[in-house]
């Protein structure tokens, strides 16, 4: 059973490499481009300062993940000799994405412990390094797939002990959660989930609720809504987009969203559009 796929088949999951190289000084990554960031270091170290925490020391090869936007900045000194890569993470429908809610603020990982990377890693800073034709789509895809390999990590070996994440690293909750990702225009019931789970009515709801931290229907609720807004976003009329997230009619989805969003899909893809544009100025200000 594919636990991921059915995730990124209803999310655009994109990276940009805009960094590669062996830094020296301070590198400062701002919040306001409304992306995550995901840095390789493959070699020496850095300091990880972030506001109001105290400053943490990656002295290791390592994955240093931030999912949400978030600022922080490296310190670097130039003995280290260190070698990084730095790339944009956008998970799609803004933080809409059930994976967001499920990761933490940050994660850092040391390479040697995620299964299957020496290749990926190998490629990666390969065509970082070298600037030949194609690298940047080359580069970016290669991100990408680098962190499909960490979100499988984090289900393989339960690092993320709550939230979807925790679901899909169960063996019988993963069958229900999964059938909702595919199937989120099917009219779920507890019963019919609890079924696919294997589980009794009863234990499914229990132990749903204290692995994933919600309920199956408010998880399916924000799920579907979550698909809608990717929808919408890809130009979809809310009148298609309702029948397909499992609601009969518009302004029954226009109710559910308001209520969880708190706004209305219009007014959600207005901001979203406002976002976008904003975050497109400042880094254009930024070349």
Known sequence: MDRLSPLFSRFSLTAQVFYSGNPCGTFDFSDAKGVGYLHILRRGSVHIIQPNTEPI??????????????????????????????????????????????????????????????????????????????????????????????????????????GILAGLA??????????????????????NLAHTADMSRARFAVHFRETVGTTPLDYLTGWRISVAQTLLKSGKPL???????GYSHPIALTRVFAKRVGVSPKEWLNSMMMSASKAKFIANAEL
């Not at 169960?170 to 019963?191: V, Y």
């Not at 009148?239 to 997230?245: N, Y």
Request: charged fraction near 20%.
């Open 57 to 162: 020391l990656a002295a290791e090869p390592s994955v240093i993940f931030y999912p949400r936007p978030r600022q922080h900045r490296f310190q670097v000194d130039e003995k280290n000799e260190a070698e990084i890569i730095c790339t944009t993470i956008d998970f799609g429908a803004g933080l809409g994405n059930p994976l967001l809610s499920a990761l933490p603020d940050m994660i850092i990982i040391p390479l040697t412990r995620i299964s299957g990377l020496t290749p990926v890693l190998a490629l990666l800073f390969d065509e970082s390094f070298n600037h030949r034709c194609g690298r940047q789509a080359a580069v970016d895809r290669l991100a990408e797939y680098f962190l499909v390999l960490l979100l499988r990590h984090t289900i393989e070996t339960q690092l993320i002990t709550g």
């Open 170 to 191: 169960d063996g019988r909750l993963a069958k229900a959660i999964t059938a909702m990702h595919e199937r989120p225009e099917h009219a779920w019931s507890l019963e």
């Open 239 to 245: 009148k298609l987009v309702a029948p397909a997230v």
